[in-house]
């Protein structure tokens, strides 16, 4: 059954950090690190303080680690950093 704020043309607005490691092929304190840490944003929900990712917060998020990575690439002397 689909819940009544998701039809199956659309897809869930939120992931679990459990779906973030799928995506990212991260362990989950791999993910919890960069919630934690700010670097992907994600929100508390309930008593519990359950973590969600917005999806498009998880694809900004990945839209940005391939353009840092193309600038390092494309500097110079990235061939010397390890």
């Known amino acids: ?3 009544p704020c998701q039809t199956a043309a659309m897809p869930a607005r939120f992931l679990t950090l ?3 490691t799928e ?3 991260i362990s989950m304190p791999q993910a919890y690190a960069l919630v934690r840490s700010g670097e992907l944003p ?3 929900i309930g ?3 359950v973590w969600r990712v917005e999806a498009a917060r998880l694809e900004e998020y990945i839209a940005r ?3 840092e990575t193309r600038e390092r690439t494309l500097r110079p002397d990235a061939e010397h950093e390890g």
Do not use: T
Request: net charge negative; aromatic share 6%; glycine share 12%.
């Open 65 to 67: 680690l391939y353009d």
């Open 18 to 20: 459990a779906d973030v």
């Open 23 to 25: 995506v990212l092929n």
């Open 47 to 49: 008593g519990r303080g």
């Open 1 to 3: 059954m689909v819940p």
């Open 42 to 44: 994600a929100i508390q």
